[in-house]
């Protein structure tokens, strides 16, 4: 385990490669409390994982050719400060894991938010962002992803790759994606672009209206409910009733589920 305070200890047993760097007399106080800046760059992995359990996660493309992190710690009130926040990183073979632990994770029991800003090589591919009390975003990268967030919209842009997405208490937005696993979130409105599913996939959400432009070349039977409240087709192939649509989109070897349980559902060609 590697610490900002320059202690090191090699985990030569385990194969993994663990830093921790720890709040130090550096904070800014702020009329809101304790703020911290931290900068580090990390040697590029082939696979990316960030996760806070406070605060939001930003991921986008780097020119350079490392890893750039830059994260902040705020503490949750004027007479408490960062010291039991830390990240992290652990690297197990060529996958290199961000992790930011406030204490809690909930607003009230941590000892406040830590931010995540990281910028990707073009070598690397993501393979999950995880934000809460804040919001997931996700813009030009490569992977696989599962992007999500608690109590925040998930935003996924210009992702080559297939995604998955969810969110409890907001939005998920979606487009330019090479493929839609999953987007689910219980109280938010979804709006997204699907050209493309590799399995059966799903689009649902409890409290919200759903957007979808799919391709008329999905390559799945599309069934869209919503318990309350209305369907709409624009340019598919698709036939309904005024609470269902359903339809063969290419060939249908997969599923795709549309379902709102209060919301309007509208579903409109890929152009």
């Not at 994260?71 to 690297?91: F, H, L, M, Q």
């Not at 990268?141 to 925040?152: H, K, P, Q, Y």
């Not at 937005?173 to 590799?198: F, M, Q």
Request: hydrophobic share 35%.
């Amino acid at each position: 385990m590697e610490r900002t305070s320059g202690r090191r200890a090699v985990l030569g047993s385990c194969g993994l490669a663990v830093s921790a760097f720890l709040s130090g007399c550096t904070g800014e106080l702020t009329l809101g409390g304790d703020r911290e800046e931290l900068n580090r760059t990390f040697e590029a992995p082939n696979a990316l994982a960030v996760e806070t359990d406070s605060g939001a996660v930003t991921v986008h493309p780097t020119g350079a050719d490392r890893i750039e992190l830059h994260a902040i710690k705020r503490s949750k009130s004027p007479i408490s400060d960062t010291d039991g926040t830390r990240v992290e990183t652990v690297r197990d073979a060529d996958r290199l894991r961000i992790v930011a632990e406030t204490g809690g994770g909930a607003w009230f029991g941590s000892a406040g938010t830590i931010s995540l800003d990281v910028g990707v090589p073009a070598k690397t591919r993501l393979e999950h962002a995880a934000a809460q009390n804040g919001p997931a975003t996700v813009t030009d990268v490569a992977g696989d992803a599962r992007i999500e967030s608690t109590n925040g919209a998930v935003i996924a842009r210009r992702i080559d790759g297939a995604v998955s997405l969810s969110s409890t208490n907001g939005a998920i937005r979606a487009h330019e994606i090479a493929a839609l696993d999953r987007a689910e979130t219980t109280n938010g409105s979804i709006d997204l672009a699907v050209p493309a599913v590799r399995r059966d996939a799903s689009i649902t959400t409890t409290n919200g209206p759903i957007t979808a432009a799919l391709a008329p070349d999905l390559d799945a039977d599309v069934i869209a409910t919503t318990t309350n409240g209305s369907t709409a087709t624009d340019g598919l192939a698709l036939s309904g009733t005024d609470d269902s649509a359903t339809g063969t989109l290419g060939d249908g070897t997969y599923e795709l589920l549309v379902e709102s349980t209060n919301g309007t559902i509208t579903l409109e060609a890929l152009g």
